[in-house]
């Protein structure tokens, strides 16, 4: 089987970081089957970064084993939305002229909107089926009319496969149009082999040089609005005895970094809040195993990888009640919350620091989600397709 992934973000040579949760799937999948992915690259990135310009002349194989291609796709931004799907098409064309060409089976998008539209348009030229991953904010954040959502809702119901990372983006995409029998829920994968490691919490904290009493939470994502950091710091600043002696570690970074730090400075919280920039995996993992709770948020999520991480970790959780997290959270992991409600997010906190927790009852709400397992599932889900719908020639017109 041969699959043509059409990527939203995926790593290149200069960021091999970018996309992890495709990534991770993709490399996985890679080892089940032939993958080629095109991962066109917005010209607004370009005209800003002209390393980038470096990575769409050619093939830019970061994965082993993955032939990868990042044409330029242009689009005018904001105004160009609703148009930006037909960008990406012209993108991919050009990528499978000029060496992405083969005998594909199937189309696997891993955005509903622009990448889902344009396989829904490259699937027509091309004469094979086309599945979409749905992850969040391309069916969270959907306008109530125009082109995008007509073009998403299209996309979707042609689908001849859907996975969505969490019920709730399934049950939306069920409302778009989709066919329920073609759409199956397929959460995010984990790490095993590096969350999963039975590190104590005090071992953690030495090799980290982290007081071994002090109570540690724990932000690991981009430092963007959606990710709702304020919320955090003002939870922090705000919070009752239980929490007045711990400290936010913060890992990532985005065009957030300097509001964050004059907030928490005038929250008068600064000496508590520690911005340690962006970690590889291995560090990421340390830090979540010294940590007493990961903290997440947000305002809008797929299936968060980073909840599923700490729970891997042993390490409980308090996130903001969207997308997925509702289904991985009970009262044996973590608690969720209403979004922005810096009140409700402290007194959860203050829950989880005032209680004992089972590390290994956390770990086993996580376990069988790696994702070999998931790249696994998603093998069959795709050959499903493809014995139903069998390709015919792979011709662009």
């Not at 032939?34 to 093939?59: F, H, Q, Y």
């Not at 189309?107 to 749905?134: D, E, N, Q, V, W």
Request: net charge positive; charged share 25%; with cysteine.
């Amino acid at each position: 089987m041969r699959v043509l992934v059409l990527s939203d973000t995926f790593p290149n040579r200069h960021e091999p970081w970018r996309g992890s949760y495709n990534r991770r799937q993709i490399e996985c999948l890679s080892r089940l089957c032939a993958v080629t992915v095109i991962n066109p690259i917005p010209l607004p990135r370009l005209l800003s970064d002209r390393k980038m310009r470096e990575v769409t002349r050619g093939r830019d194989d970061v994965i082993e084993g993955v032939a990868t291609w990042h044409p330029v796709f242009r689009y005018v931004p904001l105004l160009g939305r609703g148009r930006s799907w037909a960008g990406v098409a012209a993108a991919a064309r050009r990528a499978l002229g000029q060496g992405a060409a083969g005998d594909y089976d199937i189309i696997l998008a891993t955005f509903a909107y622009p990448h889902g539209a344009a396989a829904r348009a490259l699937s027509a030229k091309m004469g094979i089926p086309y599945a979409i991953k749905a992850r969040g904010s391309d069916l969270h954040a959907l306008p109530d009319r125009g082109a995008r959502r007509e073009r998403t809702a299209e996309a979707v119901r042609d689908a001849a496969a859907l996975m969505a990372v969490s019920g709730n983006l399934a049950e939306i995409a069920v409302r778009l149009g989709a066919d329920p029998r073609h759409v199956r829920v397929l959460p995010n994968g984990i790490d095993a082999d590096t969350f999963s490691r039975k590190t104590s919490r005090p071992q953690a904290r030495r090799a980290l040089g982290v007081d071994p009493e002090a109570p540690l939470l724990l932000f690991v994502g981009n430092l963007l609005p959606v990710k709702g950091l304020d919320v955090a710091l003002r939870a922090l600043a705000e919070s009752g005895a239980s929490c007045e002696m711990a400290r936010l570690v913060i890992v990532g970074d985005g065009p957030m970094k300097r509001q964050l730090k004059r907030l928490a400075a005038g929250a008068g919280i600064a000496e508590r809040v520690q911005f340690m920039g962006r970690l590889g995996r291995e560090n990421v993992a340390l830090w979540m195993k010294a940590a007493d709770v990961l903290v997440l948020p947000s305002r809008n999520e797929g299936c968060p990888n980073v909840v599923l991480e700490s729970l891997a970790s042993g390490t409980p959780v308090v996130a903001s009640a969207v997308g997925a997290v509702p289904d991985l959270l009970d009262d044996s992991c973590g608690f969720a919350v209403p979004p922005d409600d810096p009140k409700a997010l402290a007194e959860a906190v203050g829950r989880v620091l005032s209680r004992e927790w089972n590390r290994e009852a956390i770990r086993a709400r996580v376990a069988g989600m790696s994702w070999e397992a998931n790249a696994a599932r998603l093998l069959e889900i795709l050959s499903g397709v493809i014995a139903a719908e069998p390709h015919s020639g792979n011709v662009l017109e």
